[in-house]
Structures are given as structure tokens and as C-alpha cells.
């Protein structure tokens, strides 16, 4: 294992699709939406096992999610846990974990992950992760993993490879022509029939001197501070620090910021299950499903007259529904949700009142 390998958790996200599973204090990436024993950042931190050591582990989170991430991560450092005082999107949370692990190892490698997707075929990925890991190490190059589209999906981005140009160190790795914006139907129905177009999966490899180096370029407003706070990292000062200092960034994603702008962008093409598991709805397509397409996530759910269903039932009660179809059917705690499968983006319609 290369001890110069760093693995980034992004887990500041206060997401409540999965509502009434998740909500703003216990969000997505803290939950075990599968039923098998494992939490969205778990299965993160699991399937880096054997590429990075736990000491080199990082997650940036809320300040209010601190206590949840020490207990479902009980073997990384509790000081690898750096917490963002408000929300400022994904470069300025990249910026500051980037000089954090810069001023502790100049040599490190980094793999940005976020906290909450879903990873099928993790023998595939580690593959995927470490192939890219050792094209950083030896280029000033940053990677994104590209990921093959099985539908025109509108929720995500796309990223455009130069298949015509692939790197001389590796072969699978190739230059990136654009990245897209999600796109509608129509668009997204031409990008899934062209080989070259690919999901923008959100997971970027680099050494931590090629991000370092293009945050001064592209964004030195926010670049300045995170730089200027090197004697203070890893000290006592630290966290007072960031707590005055991170909501002076600019809320800006690092897409935008950085992977947009810069020259030495690569995409790894990859096909490993991959799925950011947004709604009931992609759950419903990713989950195991019994004979009559239910999803069945629960120790003690009894179904009759029932058809493609989702029911989120983990809680040590019966469960018994009959006569749905298409329905979600979740509890948590003293909330029951019953709702459409083809209405649940009303979901936070009902979670707010």
C-alpha cells in the first residue's frame, strides 16, 4: 500500500431525499438505506480498504455532524474529521482539505470521494482507483472517473472524452473534450447513442501539488486563505481559524472552479456499478426485488397483492401491506410514509409542513 495514498470523504451534504430515513440531522450519507448492516460513508470508507491506510483517511462534514462520523468511522483518526462552520459547495471544502493534507505530506495523493454513492462491483473500482492513483503520482494531471451511461439519465453531468487521445502511461485514461451540464431528455437520449459521453461521476484523482497548484491559478481568493493558514493546521488553532475564515470563500462547486478551466484534464472511462442513489426511485432499480418487482428493505415486512414497491420497514415492528402498486412505503421512528413512487419529489413537501 503506497502511504503517500489519501482518500477525501465529502460528507457535508444535509440531503433528506430519503426522507423520513434521512433528514437534515441525520442525513443520506448516515443511513442505512440497503438494509445490510452499512451506512452510505461506510461503504465509502469499505471499499478504499487495501488502497488507502485508515490514517489517511479524511472526511470534511458539517461541525454538527462531527460525533456521527467518529462513531461510524471508529478507525480513521478523529483529527482526519475537519468540519466546515456553513456551506460553501465542493471547492472551498476541497481547497481547505487539500493544503490541510499538503502541510502534513507534500507528496500525498488524493482520491475525492463523495460520502453517499453506490459502488456494485468494488473489485472493478479498486482497480479503477488505483490505476488512476499511479497516473497521478507520476503526472501533474487530474483525473475524473467517467462513468459508462446505461440510460439518458437528466440528473447527472456529462463529460465529453477525446477518444482519439488516450495517455501515453496509460491507455484507458484519455483527455476530456468538455463537461456538460445535465442535460434534458432529448440531449441526453444523443449523448448515451455517441460512445465518447460519459456520467460525471464526482470522484477526481490528483497529487495534492497539481490541486494546490490550479486553486492558485483558477481560484486564488480562495486559495489565499486556505495558504495562509499553514503555520495553524494541526495545532489547537485550527478549528478557530477555519471558523473565521471558510465563510469568507466563495460558494462555488470544484467543476466550475478548477475542472472547466484547467488544461491537464483526463476522464477514466469506467464501468463498476456505479450509482448516486438519489431518490426512492433509483433504489427501487438498484435494490433486490422479489418476484413481484419489491423492493424489500426490513426483518419483518409480510406483502400480499403487492407490486413494485419499495418498503423501508427496519424498525422492530410488523410491517403488512396489501393491495399497492408502486408505492413507497417507509417508517422511522414515529413517521410512516406512504406515497406514489412517481410523486416522491413532493416528499419535501410533506417533510416540511
Known sequence: MNQNNNLVIMAGGVGSRFWPMSTTEYPKQFIDVFGTGRTFIQMTYDRFKGLVAPENVWVVTSEK???????????????????????RNTAPCIAYVSWRIKSKNPKANLVISPADHLVTDVVEFQRVIGKSLDFTAENDAIVTLGMKPTR????????????????????????????????????????????????????????????????????????????????????????????????????????????????EIFVFPADFGWSDVGTWGSLHTLAPTDGNGNNVIGNDVRLFETRNCVIHATEEKRVVVQGLDGYIVAEKGNTLLVCKLEEEQRIKEFSAE
Do not use: H
Open 65 to 87: 455532524y462531527a460525533d456521527i462520523v467518529a462513531e461510524q468511522l471508529p478507525d480513521m483518526p478523529k483529527s482526519n474529521i475537519l468540519l466546515e462552520p456553513c456551506r
Open 152 to 263: 439518458p439519465e437528466t440528473g447527472y453531468g456529462y463529460i465529453q472524452a477525446d477518444l482519439q487521445a488516450a495517455s501515453l502511461r496509460n491507455k484507458e485514461i484519455f483527455r476530456v473534450d468538455s463537461f456538460k451540464e445535465k442535460p434534458n431528455l432529448e440531449t441526453a437520449k444523443q449523448y448515451v447513442a455517441k460512445k465518447e459521453y460519459y456520467w460525471n461521476s464526482g470522484i477526481f484523482i490528483w497529487n495534492v501539488n497539481t490541486i494546490v497548484n490550479a486553486l492558485r491559478v483558477y481560484e486564488p481568493g480562495i486559495s489565499n486563505i486556505f495558504e495562509s493558514m499553514l503555520p495553524v493546521y494541526g495545532t489547537d488553532k485550527e478549528q478557530a481559524m477555519i471558523n473565521e475564515k471558510f465563510p469568507q470563500c466563495e460558494s462555488i462547486s470544484i467543476d466550475y472552479a478548477v475542472m472547466e478551466k484547467a488544461d
